[in-house]
Structures are given as C-alpha cells and as structure tokens.
C-alpha cells in the first residue's frame, strides 16, 4: 500500500514538474520573442521555406560581393581623384520582365556609401530624380511668356559635378521545371570614353 501512494506522489511530483517546465518554456519564448515577432518578420538574410524565387537573402548578398569587388579595383584605388558615379537601373532580360529589380542596385549603392569611408567613389544623383526633386522642393519665381508674372519657370537643370561613370546591371534567367537560374551582370561604364572599367556577376539558383 505504502509502495502504491508512493508512486502516486511520485508521478504527481514528475507531472508537476514538467507543467512547471513548459510554463518556464512557454513564459521565456513569449518574453524573448512576444507576439511571435521572428516569425512574422524573419531575418532579411535567411532564406524563406515559404517562399520561391529571388529572397532578400539575394539582395544583400550581391551587394556584399560587388562592393567588395568594385571597391578593390586599382583604378579606384591608385586614382588621386574620386571617382563620379551616377547609379542607373537594372535592364531585366528575364523571361518574364514583370519584377522590377533596381533594388539590387540601390542595395548595392548603400552598400558602396557604408564601406567607402574615404569617398573614393562620388556617388552622384540620377538627373530625372534630381529635377524632380528640384520641381517639388524649390521655390519657383512665376514668369509669363515675355518674362513678367503669370507664368512657371522651368526647373533649374543639374549643375556642379558631371557623372564621368555609370552604375548600371543587366539580369537574365535560365528556367527549368523545378529552377530557375538567375545572373545579375554589373558593370561600371566610363561615360565619355565608352568603355567598361568594371564588370562583375552575382549567379544563383532558385527554387520555383
């Protein structure tokens, strides 16, 4: 009898304890991630079960690999003046066109800012985002046709420094049943002599 209320108390005592476990476990994921914040909102440099094609992942990662490329060019380096840069587009040469892409590039452009310490690069605003910037912001004197009031002057155009380089990439794919092969293609173009200075790829393969 004594043995049989001893394994009752026993298995009480197990039971409890494990209830107490779980209530521990239960309370610490609750305070270290309340509202379940890591699911909903997962780290932008971890691949998604959820999901299929480009990631966020792919984004930060050429970034990092063409900073680092670009940024060990001798030219860039060895030159005693700063490189002018105006940061273009992405062509998209998939075979679907409907993803805008340009954020690898703005990634890439934040990127070269946050590493480029010594501004060898002078990364210069695109002139469509500047006048319109400049139509929005600056403070327009009216002028009719002869010069007096009546009428709106036309923005100001871009003055001071003149990009002399151009940012800009291509991408292509490679569909297959189960894949996707994807090549981003980066290239630094010299504006006035028309040749490349640079030229870089980031390539991956994804799930579709």
């Not at 002057?153 to 490679?174: C, E, F, K, N, S």
Request: glycine share 6%; aromatic share 6%.
């Amino acid at each position: 009898m004594n043995s049989h209320k001893t394994s009752i108390s026993s298995l009480v005592a197990v039971a409890g304890a494990t209830a107490a476990l779980l209530l521990g476990s239960a309370g610490c994921r609750s305070t270290e991630d309340p509202g379940g914040y890591s699911r909903d909102r997962p780290p932008a440099d971890r691949l998604d079960r959820r999901d299929r094609g480009l990631q966020s992942p792919d984004v930060l990662m050429a970034a990092d690999q063409m900073a680092e490329s670009l940024l060990s060019l001798p030219e860039i380096n060895a030159s005693p003046e700063r490189l002018t840069v105006v940061v273009d587009r992405v062509e998209n040469m998939t075979t679907t066109h409907r993803q805008n892409l340009d954020i690898f590039l703005e990634q890439l452009r934040t990127e070269l800012f946050r590493r480029d310490q010594n501004r060898r690069i002078q990364l210069i605003t695109d002139r469509a985002v500047l006048r319109d910037i400049q139509s929005r912001e600056l403070e327009q004197r009216p002028q009719d046709e002869f010069g007096g009031a009546g009428g709106q002057r036309t923005p100001p155009g871009p003055a001071g420094i003149q990009p002399d380089y151009a940012l800009h990439a291509q991408v292509m794919d490679l569909p297959n049943r189960g894949t996707n092969y994807y090549q981003f293609v980066f290239t630094l173009s010299d504006l006035r002599a028309r040749t490349d200075i640079w030229t870089d790829d980031y390539s991956v393969r994804v799930a579709r």
